[in-house]
């Protein structure tokens, strides 16, 4: 079992604390670091504010988004400013010219934002 503590809120976080925890608790963990996503519940895998809270760190975090949202252009648009390669896994369906000059903008900034 990991252990670790948040030192924003002074709160030993564990594995299992994670995976139990209620929304807050787990949103908390996940800002701090994006690894916690791994072992949130199914339900926190599926809370948008979460994920994207992980996405904005990592795109490799978006291996333990739940299907639900794998097809949310905000999430995809997170994910891709942070891991361009991911462009492979978005859905062509998702892929109109509005999302694709918007995922442009979002991995130049990330690009830049990487470099920096």
Known sequence: MLRYTLTTL???ITTDSVRTGD???VF???KGNWRW???ASQECKQD???VLAALRQNGEAFKFVDGSLR???A??????????????????????KRFVSTAAREILKGSVNREA
């Open 48 to 50: 948008r504010a979460i």
């Open 23 to 25: 929304r807050d608790f």
């Open 28 to 30: 908390n963990a996940v």
């Open 75 to 96: 999430v995809l648009l997170a994910a891709l400013r942070m891991k361009p390669s991911l462009w492979d896994v978005v859905p062509e369906e998702v892929k109109d």
């Open 71 to 73: 097809e949310d252009k």
């Open 10 to 12: 002074r709160l030993p």
């Open 37 to 39: 996503l791994e072992h």
